[in-house]
């Protein structure tokens, strides 16, 4: 202990591999948390790596961080919710309590804030703090194994500061969580991002904008905020292909006007303006990416502001969202959503997949497990000309071996010597995509199932509802296209919790019986 908190003082960034002891855990109350929240060491060197002792929150709180200190707790058991290996996922509330209060010591020994990945390293975390120009939670919703489930709430033991997870599912998974002690965005909210985020290489400092005085504000005409989910994307490409090409944010006026809407770019320069009718309640405000004129913005970061604006034209405080505009990269795409190739027969035996170059870039070309895990590298920072590149996947790795049926990601990441931007599209290689209409279903609850078959199949497949407490039984399947089937059901009242499981059965018209099974968290 002694070597580490001085190792760490002063430390304006403090990056902690080691045991995580956190609360609530399986084992007894720590009323003073005097194990838990803190670092695992050794008791002694040289003795091995589990003789441990478990300095808490009452020590934690007395190390000597640089105010404002980025603390990284990476590979902990408990820090970003998580549980421990082999023991079951917590519930959502018991993982939030998780964050909170692993935060909340380092926090009093004057932490900015908290990044703790279970899984992921702490690399781009790093590489993005010195490199890039953004707001923390920006930088941490954009790292690269993202699940695209960020959730925002206060922090119950900081007063003021605020939480956030992006769990691998919106109930399991707990791997990915910040606590920022002031949010340097207005809401503290990060953007919902899909795994594969796009980002830009580093830019100058976006300048505040040129303080003007601005009329009196009226009383309520205020911004009372964005809302939790406030802009869609932190990075966008209006390029046409369909994914991201807006950067979306809703703000919410105290009372009825017009939101006053700008964008300037990295060197405080305003190019586009206008006015966002409101009546008060959450409004849409939106950006293609283009100028006052219609042409679109070059690759780089902006800010968008907005402000409200009564009937008098008096504005009240702005708030700011940077986001990036990128446009090299495109129309990253799969021929089908889902394709069986563990088979070996013919009737889909492989998928397309693709994607669209604006220009010249370097890429590198992986695929990723669901967990966003490599599991193959089809280019390696190639230099490629301009236009459309495709891939015929049959499902096996460059070695020749199959890869286990599950879902996938094709993951494009590009670069031009200036700009990173990546982009992905998932898939099945399954018999079969079962999915629900809502992915968190409820006791009682009525859904309906769509199941895509990979092949054509000779009748239409059997699917089968596994609920805690109850018998399995089958659901009544309609065909609606060649592979394509709808099944409604309401889920039984009573009884547990715990996962729902679906299962279907099909016979290929090769005479092949081919199965799926998918498990939904139930509530």
């Given at each position: 202990?002694?070597?580490?908190?001085?190792?760490?003082?002063?430390?304006?960034?403090?990056?902690?591999?080691?045991?995580?002891?956190?609360?609530?855990?399986?084992?007894?109350?720590?009323?003073?948390?005097?194990?838990?929240?803190?670092?695992?060491?050794?008791?002694?060197?040289?003795?091995?790596?589990?003789?441990?002792?478990?300095?808490?929150?009452?020590?934690?709180?007395?190390?000597?961080?640089?105010?404002?200190?980025?603390?990284?707790?990476?590979?902990?058991?408990?820090?970003?919710?998580?549980?421990?290996?082999?023991?079951?996922?917590?519930?959502?509330?018991?993982?939030?309590?998780?964050?909170?209060?692993?935060?909340?010591?380092?926090?009093?020994?004057?932490?900015?804030?908290?990044?703790?990945?279970?899984?992921?390293?702490?690399?781009?975390?790093?590489?993005?703090?010195?490199?890039?120009?953004?707001?923390?939670?920006?930088?941490?919703?954009?790292?690269?194994?993202?699940?695209?489930?960020?959730?925002?709430?206060?922090?119950?033991?900081?007063?003021?500061?605020?939480?956030?997870?992006?769990?691998?599912?919106?109930?399991?998974?707990?791997?990915?969580?910040?606590?920022?002690?002031?949010?340097?965005?207005?809401?503290?909210?990060?953007?919902?991002?899909?795994?594969?985020?796009?980002?830009?290489?580093?830019?100058?400092?976006?300048?505040?904008?040129?303080?003007?005085?601005?009329?009196?504000?009226?009383?309520?005409?205020?911004?009372?905020?964005?809302?939790?989910?406030?802009?869609?994307?932190?990075?966008?490409s209006p390029n046409g292909d369909g994914y991201r090409d807006v950067a979306s944010l809703t703000a919410t006026p105290t009372g009825p006007g017009a939101i006053a809407v700008s964008v300037r770019d990295t060197a405080g320069t305003t190019f586009r303006a206008w006015t966002v009718v409101s009546?008060?309640?959450?409004?849409?405000?939106?950006?293609?990416?283009?100028?006052?004129?219609?042409?679109?913005?070059?690759?780089?970061?902006?800010?968008?502001?907005?402000?409200?604006?009564?009937?008098?034209g008096n504005i009240g405080i702005g708030q700011d969202r940077i986001v990036s505009l990128v446009t090299g990269l495109g129309a990253v795409a799969t021929s089908s959503p889902v394709f069986y190739p563990q088979d070996l027969d013919q009737l889909a035996p492989t998928t397309t997949l693709s994607?669209?170059?604006?220009?010249?870039?370097?890429?590198?070309?992986?695929?990723?497990?669901?967990?966003?895990?490599?599991?193959?590298?089809?280019?390696?920072?190639?230099?490629?000309?301009?236009?459309?590149?495709?891939?015929?996947?049959?499902?096996?790795?460059?070695?020749?071996?199959?890869?286990?049926?599950?879902?996938?990601?094709?993951?494009?990441?590009?670069?031009?010597g200036s700009v990173v931007v990546a982009q992905s599209v998932s898939f099945e290689a399954d018999a079969f995509l079962i999915k629900p209409s809502d992915v968190t279903p409820g006791r009682g609850q009525a859904i309906t199932l769509t199941v895509t078959s990979a092949e054509p199949l000779a009748?239409?497949?059997?699917?089968?509802?596994?609920?805690?407490?109850?018998?399995?039984?089958?659901?009544?399947?309609?065909?609606?296209?060649?592979?394509?089937?709808?099944?409604?059901?309401?889920?039984?009242?009573?009884?547990?919790?715990?996962?729902?499981?679906?299962?279907?059965?099909?016979?290929?018209?090769?005479?092949?019986?081919?199965?799926?099974?998918?498990?939904?968290?139930?509530?």
């Open positions: 202990w002694a070597n580490v908190k001085a190792a760490v003082a002063g430390a304006s960034i403090v990056i902690y591999m080691g045991h995580g002891n956190g609360w609530p855990s399986p084992y007894g109350n720590d009323a003073a948390y005097t194990t838990k929240d803190g670092f695992g060491l050794n008791a002694s060197a040289g003795a091995g790596d589990y003789n441990n002792v478990y300095y808490g929150e009452p020590a934690i709180a007395t190390l000597a961080l640089a105010p404002g200190a980025i603390v990284i707790l990476n590979h902990l058991c408990y820090a970003s919710g998580n549980s421990e290996p082999g023991n079951a996922d917590p519930s959502v509330s018991v993982a939030r309590q998780r964050v909170d209060n692993y935060a909340a010591a380092f926090l009093r020994a004057g932490a900015g804030a908290v990044i703790a990945d279970g899984h992921g390293s702490p690399v781009g975390y790093l590489r993005d703090l010195f490199t890039t120009n953004q707001s923390l939670e920006s930088l941490w919703a954009n790292q690269s194994n993202a699940n695209g489930n960020a959730v925002s709430f206060p922090s119950v033991r900081t007063p003021g500061a605020s939480a956030f997870q992006d769990p691998e599912t919106p109930t399991s998974g707990f791997y990915r969580s910040l606590v920022v002690r002031s949010a340097s965005s207005t809401t503290g909210a990060p953007l919902p991002v899909d795994p594969a985020a796009t980002s830009v290489a580093p830019a100058p400092p976006a300048p505040a904008a040129t303080p003007v005085p601005p009329p009196p504000a009226p009383a309520g005409s205020q911004l009372r905020a964005l809302s939790p989910a406030a802009a869609t994307v932190t990075s966008f009546s008060g309640s959450p409004t849409k405000v939106t950006w293609d990416g283009r100028d006052a004129a219609g042409t679109v913005a070059a690759d780089g970061r902006y800010v968008i502001t907005v402000a409200p604006e009564d009937a008098s994607f669209n170059l604006a220009r010249p870039m370097t890429v590198t070309w992986t695929l990723r497990d669901a967990t966003a895990r490599i599991v193959d590298t089809h280019l390696a920072a190639v230099a490629l000309d301009a236009g459309t590149q495709t891939w015929v996947f049959d499902g096996r790795r460059s070695d020749g071996t199959m890869l286990p049926a599950g879902r996938y990601l094709s993951y494009v990441a590009a670069s031009d009748a239409n497949p059997r699917l089968l509802v596994y609920q805690p407490g109850f018998s399995a039984r089958a659901a009544t399947v309609t065909q609606v296209s060649d592979t394509i089937y709808l099944a409604t059901i309401r889920l039984r009242t009573g009884a547990g919790t715990g996962t729902v499981t679906f299962r279907a059965t099909g016979r290929d018209l090769a005479g092949a019986t081919q199965q799926t099974t998918r498990a939904y968290p139930l509530h």
